[in-house]
């Protein structure tokens, strides 16, 4: 089983960029494919994407194409979700999570979860 | 607006039961498995039910999940206040290429 560490919370300017981190201490993280879902206040739960255990394939929701960029560093079992041009309505608490299937299949469930990270956009 | 659509809450007293919902198209949940989580805000969400019916390690038998076509709905037996929360379902979109989770509904006890 994993354990997903993400980063910590951070504010930034509008126009911005923003590279967060998903790690874990759990041997078996480098066969998991690993997704990216956000919540903005009051909003509901929104899938950004995944990225295979190798990190050489990556899905993005169409909604981020272009501004989203999701790597994988093997050698030190983390995750990283890049998104720029960062705006007012990118607030929100920013989650990783494990596919539930391991072993380097994907079954779009998710579990574990990371903890979040608050991700501020303010001027 | 979600393509996947859930009543926005349901509510029943102490020990009663709540079923939501969850109606989607031939594309997500008429094709794909439907996954459920539990989620309090600023928490991290909680699998409840994975593959349409399947209850994850550890959630109680209070829980159920099924599908039939294009729907899908949660079940919650023997209600507790530890159950308020918000729930969401989700399923893979063939047409969208992408995960799409429901709007999320929230549960009250009453």
């Known amino acids: 089983q994993v354990h997903l560490v993400q980063s910590g919370d951070e504010v930034k300017k509008p126009g911005a960029s923003v590279k967060l981190s998903c790690t874990s201490s759990?041997?078996?993280?480098?066969?998991?494919?690993i997704h990216w879902v956000r919540q903005a206040s009051g909003q509901g739960l929104e899938w950004m994407g995944v990225?295979?255990?190798?990190?050489?394939?990556?899905t993005y929701a169409p909604k981020f194409q272009g501004r989203l960029t999701m790597t994988r560093d093997t050698s030190t079992t983390t995750v990283y979700m890049e998104l720029s041009s960062l705006t007012s309505d990118d607030t929100a608490l920013y989650y990783c999570?494990?596919?539930?299937?391991?072993?380097?299949?994907?079954?779009?469930?998710?579990?574990?979860w990371g903890h979040g990270t608050l991700i501020t956009v303010s001027s | 607006q979600s393509v996947l659509t859930q009543p926005p809450s349901v509510s029943a007293a102490p020990g009663q039961k709540v079923t939501i919902s969850c109606s989607g198209s031939?594309?997500?949940?008429?094709?794909?498995?439907v996954s459920w989580y539990q989620h309090l805000p600023g928490t991290a969400p909680k699998l409840l039910i994975y593959?349409?019916?399947k209850r994850f390690s550890g959630i109680p038998d209070r829980f159920s999940g099924s599908k039939s076509g294009t729907s899908a709905t949660l079940g919650i037996t023997g209600l507790q206040t530890g159950d308020e929360a918000d729930y969401y379902c989700?399923?893979?979109?063939?047409?969208?290429?992408?995960?799409?989770f429901g709007p999320g509904t929230k549960v009250t006890v009453l």
């Open positions: 593959d349409n019916d």
């Open positions: 999570a494990a596919d539930g299937a391991g072993s380097y299949y994907r079954s779009n469930f998710f579990d574990p």
């Open positions: 759990g041997d078996t993280f480098a066969t998991y494919y």
């Open positions: 031939s594309s997500n949940i008429g094709y794909h498995h």
């Open positions: 990225i295979n255990p190798t990190g050489r394939s990556t």
């Open positions: 989700g399923s893979w979109d063939t047409s969208l290429s992408h995960f799409v």
